[in-house]
């Protein structure tokens, strides 16, 4: 077996500590067994142990040693000759690369790199543990691995510029790595220039390209950038952070076959190539329909062009047909009212000649009539005037029937004033009877006073007791006021103190949102919880003077300042459960202990500290309830902190050295103090307190309860109060209800007083009205008599007048027959005329008609005849007939169509002959053909040529573009076959790598009692691009599997998945080596030992690839193998110089050792 270290003047073992150099070394000489080499560098040593006579547990004794070293001094020896003893001591180290795979790194140099002068490190096959505390080193050899491979600085995450790492004070340095390979392994040399910031390469001390070594280093599958090969310190908390994506590519990257990622690669591409392609098809599909629908819509106006255009060839043709026709029709016309003049000339003739004998019987009937006409007027004279005298008789009769009416009016208003004159008297008797009735019935009025004497007395009474109920009820409503006053001020300070408190969660609300909507969600299901559960501690601590919350504040962390507090885990588990798994708030619980700290003792009473300043320990200076105090207790140990003044401040030195505190607060500082574990002396540290942000706002819970009780007593006695007021107002009511009903009797009785007096003047006054209606008593019966005699004499005058109107009319009546028998002669006189006259003017009508017809057609002919002319030269000229040509003898007698078709086809097609005979004949025709055909014309507006020309153009690249589609769906039809026949050689064996992965992942998971689970995610199966790794753990049995993220899990829990992760891929790695950097300081110790043994199992098993575990420390009693190399990084005063290592020496004190056992 192998097994090497690094080897520091401190060295732990379980039995001794040695704190000189020459005791360390000694005791590391006295391991029976190991024989001890160092390789001569200006940093750090090997020690190597060979199996002469060592035995495996010495060897583990070795291990177990934890050390560190870090050193800034330079060899004086020369570097050739260091690394030629160091090849010579090592030997044997050549037989083992035959368990090196190939690309593992056999040694690393590093010269003036970061903390190094000159180092040089030999790497094992399979398990490399490099162990050093922080900032000794150790992450440099990472970075030397890193740099030297051709990787980035940004994939260690430290320096942007490579020129960085060069030690300070030096202006270049360098790295070389050498990779194992059967044929020959490959030396990888870079040399850093700080004045430009750039590197120089060799290969196998050649000078190189960096991109010769990138390829070299990528063909032994090297990859640095890769978080599943190489995970540098400060790129731990990324690896949680890496997107599922993300982490599929680095582990097809990692552990996959290479035509795997390349496939994957394939695929993206030909699915993003699929993608822009079926864009381009849609695309082009989308405008070729938009084309397609553009012509669709063109078509229609190209038919209507065309149609337009046949439109205004057929009006053209109608145009030259219509001359013809239209001098046709005129021709006819002329022939037609050429006849019909001669016909009206020889009407004309005989009309004249019968026009006279009419004229003369006219005259002897007008005269008949006149003479008729002038009898009858003088007989209308004589009946008017009769018809006057009949009408003054008339109305003599009228105005006596009116006097008789008048005399009947008058008889009646008198009966009717008599009527009512007794009505009166009735009436007033009975109203008089009445009253007199209603005096009689009335009280003596000397009976009244005696009561009402009584009244008054009972109402004085009344007024002295509502006076006294009325003081009283001034007194306590002003008693009842000022409790009101009091009450109103004692509400208003127990609102002071709430809005105190609110003060508080408003600042939680803009400091931490999660948080309080989980307060809220508290208060909302406090019956969820079993026992007590504490609001967050910040609102929960009242620090009793503000000035003292800066101390709190800066005692206690932020992350426990915003928790709640639990009395029960379960109740713990059932609020995290709920806020931060189902709500999704990032939300802080602390679990108060079950033993009892918060009541313990301070370690000193507070008095004897008083004389260096000290006025209180930290507890005491705020309340808090008592889950809240208990886990402060016992977390902050407050009950042991004292706060001090300047005066503390000042003398700080014999305070820590005196008093041993370990934690103390002056003024304005926070002092830590503890002791070296090494030299025994007290280290120091003081810090600024901030301000306070939280507890500034006080409220004192004495006074707040003081307050409530204060309050609850004066409600008491404003009800008290209210009580008796009420009674008060109680009888104060029966009080009015008495004096009420004593006045009203007494104004009873005193409207009856009045009420007596007051019939007593009605009665009289009535009886002085019946005296004066009983002597107005009148004689109808001699009034009646008078009005019989005027009635007789009106009577006999109304006789009179009627025999006179009688004969008047009788003569009117003979007048009148006169009158109708001579309006019947002269109607027949007239009826005669009106016939003889009505001939007349019709013969004179028809007579001057027809001399107006003769001349209207007389004149027509003529301008018929010049129409005609016109018309003949126009449709000549439309049939472009010359001058000299004769017209046809057919269009001389008769227009026919098929002479003017031949006229026509001289100067035309066949094709505009036939369609010319197909057009109308009549002129009525041809216009209504013309107007619709152009208003059909006229509709198509807008058209024109380009319209034609478009649509063609679009027609033929409509056809261009349906090609292209057919080539591009090919192309398309290609690439699918082809996604299918990589995604065959991809998908399949990706999903076994991804379940023998899981199947690992599992396995670690349920070792340590959780559960894990890995598996191939993707939303969508056709996007390669979003396809990739999911981690799923849990760590509690009471949680769901929830997947891995930065915030959802703990520090600790994400190291664990990670590490657990990377050791999955150990065993199916290709990778020639793995770096993992400090990835278990977040873990607890139970996980630590579990991960480091699967480390320890995994790593160091046959076939499996290097691997480098950084760490600052490990646990005792660790499992080892004998296949591990532990690297051992030296740091300390006591640092023996590189120029006294005598490997000779140590060789020989190995061999008196042996011997001396032996």
């Known amino acids: 077996m192998l097994c090497s270290a690094y080897v520091d003047c401190y060295t732990y073992t379980p039995t001794a500590f040695y704190s000189t150099p020459v005791a360390a070394y000694r005791n590391l000489l006295n391991l029976k067994g190991f024989s001890i080499t160092h390789s001569k560098y200006g940093c750090a040593g090997w020690v190597t142990c060979s199996d002469v006579s060592g035995t495996t547990k010495d060897c583990r004794r070795l291990e177990r040693s934890l050390v560190v070293y870090r050193s800034c001094v330079t060899m004086a020896t020369p570097l050739g000759k260091r690394k030629g003893d160091g090849r010579r001591l090592l030997s044997g180290r050549q037989e083992q690369y035959n368990q090196h795979v190939e690309g593992a790194i056999v040694r690393i140099k590093m010269e003036n790199f970061l903390t190094y002068d000159i180092c040089e490190v030999f790497p094992g096959p399979h398990l490399n543990m490099i162990i050093g505390a922080n900032g000794t080193g150790k992450s440099s050899i990472v970075c030397a691995i890193c740099l030297g491979l051709a990787g980035k600085t940004s994939f260690i995450g430290r320096a942007d510029k490579v020129g ?241 009416e008048d005399v009947q009016q008058s008889l009646r208003m008198r009966k009717a004033e008599e009527l009512d004159r007794q009505k009166k008297i009735y009436n007033i008797r009975k109203m008089i009877e009445d009253w007199q009735n209603e005096l009689n019935s009335m009280t003596n009025q000397e009976s009244l006073q005696p009561e009402i004497d009584s009244i008054g007395r009972e109402l004085h009474h009344i007024q002295d007791e509502k006076s006294n109920v009325e003081s009283e009820m001034s007194d306590l409503r002003m008693e009842r006021q000022n409790m009101e006053r009091e009450k109103k001020d004692k509400s208003n300070r127990i609102k002071q103190f709430d809005n105190l408190l609110n003060l508080k969660e408003e600042k939680l609300q803009k400091r931490f949102a999660d948080t309080y909507n989980a307060v809220l969600w508290f208060r909302e299901n406090k019956e969820r919880f079993k026992k007590r559960v504490c609001l967050p501690i910040m609102l929960e601590i009242n620090v009793k003077s503000h000035q003292h919350a800066k101390y709190v504040e800066n005692h206690i962390s932020m992350n426990d300042m915003r928790a709640f507090v639990f009395e029960s885990q379960e109740d713990m588990d059932t609020f995290l459960k709920e806020v931060r798994d189902n709500r999704r708030l990032r939300v802080n619980a602390v679990c108060s202990p079950q033993e009892s700290f918060a009541d313990r003792n301070p370690s000193k009473p507070i008095t004897e500290l008083e004389h260096y300043g000290f006025f209180s320990y930290l507890r005491e200076l705020f309340d808090a309830p008592y889950p809240v105090m208990n886990y402060l207790v016992s977390q902050y140990m407050v009950h042991n902190v004292p706060v001090g003044t300047d005066k503390t401040r000042h003398m700080i030195e014999k305070v820590i050295k005196e008093t041993g505190l370990r934690q103390m607060y002056t003024a304005e500082e926070r002092y830590i103090t503890k002791v070296s574990a090494y030299s025994n002396n007290v280290i120091s540290s003081n810090i600024s307190l901030k301000a306070a942000q939280f507890l500034t706002v006080t409220v004192d819970p004495e006074e707040r309860r003081q307050a409530s009780e204060q309050y609850k007593e004066i409600e008491k006695k404003c009800t008290l109060l209210e009580a008796r007021v009420g009674e008060l107002i109680s009888k104060q009511k029966l009080l009015d209800k008495k004096d009420n009903d004593l006045r009203l009797r007494k104004k009873e009785i005193l409207d009856m007083k009045t009420k007596k007096r007051q019939l007593e003047q009605k009665i009289s006054t009535k009886h002085d009205s019946l005296k004066q209606l009983e ?384």
């Open 164 to 404: 960085l790492y060069v030690k300070h004070g030096c202006q270049k340095g360098a790295v070389e790595l050498e990779l194992y390979r059967p044929s020959g392994n490959l030396i990888l040399t870079r040399e850093i220039q700080v004045s430009n910031n750039q590197s120089t390469w060799y290969i196998n001390g050649k000078n190189s390209s960096l991109k010769a070594v990138e390829e070299q280093v990528a063909g032994l599958n090297i990859q640095v950038g890769n978080l599943c090969q190489f995970l540098p310190q400060d790129k731990v908390g990324e690896f949680a952070k890496l997107s599922k994506i993300d982490l599929l590519e680095a582990t097809e990257k990692s552990i996959g076959p290479p035509e795997m990622y390349n496939y994957h690669c394939e695929l993206k591409n030909y699915r993003k190539n699929e993608k822009e392609l079926e864009d381009s098809y849609k695309s082009r599909e989308e405008f070729l329909e938009k084309l397609k629908q553009r012509n669709e819509r063109n078509r229609q106006d190209v038919e209507r062009y065309y149609e337009r255009k046949r439109h205004i060839d057929k009006i053209e043709m109608l145009e030259r047909k219509r001359p013809w026709v239209e001098y046709e029709n005129v021709r006819q016309q002329f022939e037609e009212v050429k006849q019909i003049r001669d016909q009206m000339k020889e009407e004309l003739k005989r009309n004249q000649e019968s026009h006279a004998p009419l004229n003369q019987q006219l005259q002897h009937y007008d005269k008949q009539y006149k003479q008729i006409d002038g009898r009858i007027k003088e007989k209308v004279v004589e009946i008017r005037e009769t018809s006057q005298k009949c009408k003054q008789k008339q109305e003599l009769l009228e105005r006596k029937e009116k006097e008789v």
């Open 775 to 1158: 002597q107005e008593n009148m004689n109808l019966e001699d009034y009646e008599q008078q009005a019989d005699g005027k009635i007789r004499e009106i009577n006999v005058q109304k006789k009179t007048f009627l025999t006179e109107l009688t004969e008047l009319i009788k003569n009117c009546m003979l007048l009148n027959k006169e009158k109708v028998d001579m309006a019947l002669e002269n109607t027949t006189v007239l009826w005669k005329k009106n016939k003889i006259e009505y001939e007349y003017k019709e013969a004179t009508s028809r007579l001057k008609e027809l001399e107006s017809q003769f001349v209207a057609a007389d004149e027509k002919k003529h301008n018929l005849l010049e129409i005609c002319k016109g018309l003949l030269r126009k449709a000549r000229q439309v049939c472009k007939l010359g001058p000299n040509d004769e017209v046809p003898q057919d269009f001389q007698t008769a227009f026919r169509m098929e002479t003017l078709a031949y006229l026509l086809s001289i100067h035309s097609n066949y094709d505009d002959c036939k369609a010319f005979q197909s057009l109308p004949n009549t002129l009525d025709e041809i216009d209504a053909v013309l107007n619709e055909e152009r208003s059909r014309a006229s509709c198509f507006t807008g058209l024109n040529s380009s319209v034609v020309e478009d649509f063609t153009n679009r027609t033929r690249e409509i056809e261009e573009i349906t090609e292209e589609l057919n080539r591009k769906k090919t192309e398309l039809d290609h690439f699918r076959q082809n996604i299918l026949q990589v995604k065959e050689g991809w998908i399949n064996p990706l999903k076994q790598l991804v379940e023998k992965i899981n199947e690992q992942f599992s396995s670690f998971f349920r070792s340590m009692q959780c559960v894990g689970e890995v598996d191939l995610h993707t939303e969508n199966e056709e996007n390669y691009d979003k396809y990739g790794i999911r981690i799923r753990v849990k760590f509690r049995s009471s949680t769901q599997l929830h997947e891995l993220t930065p915030n959802h899990q703990s520090g600790g829990e994400r190291s664990v998945s990670t590490m657990l992760y990377l050791m999955s891929l150990q065993e199916l790695n290709r990778c020639p080596f793995r770096v993992v950097d400090e990835i278990n300081q977040g873990m607890d110790p139970v996980n630590e030992r579990r991960v480091f043994e699967m480390v320890v199992k995994t790593a160091c098993k046959e076939s499996t690839s290097q691997y480098f575990f950084i760490t600052p420390k490990l646990l005792q009693n660790l499992t080892y193998t004998d296949k591990m190399t532990v690297l051992f990084v030296f740091n300390g005063p006591y640092m023996l110089e590189p120029t006294k290592w005598n490997l000779k020496a140590f060789h020989r004190r190995r061999r008196r050792a042996a011997a001396v056992t032996d």
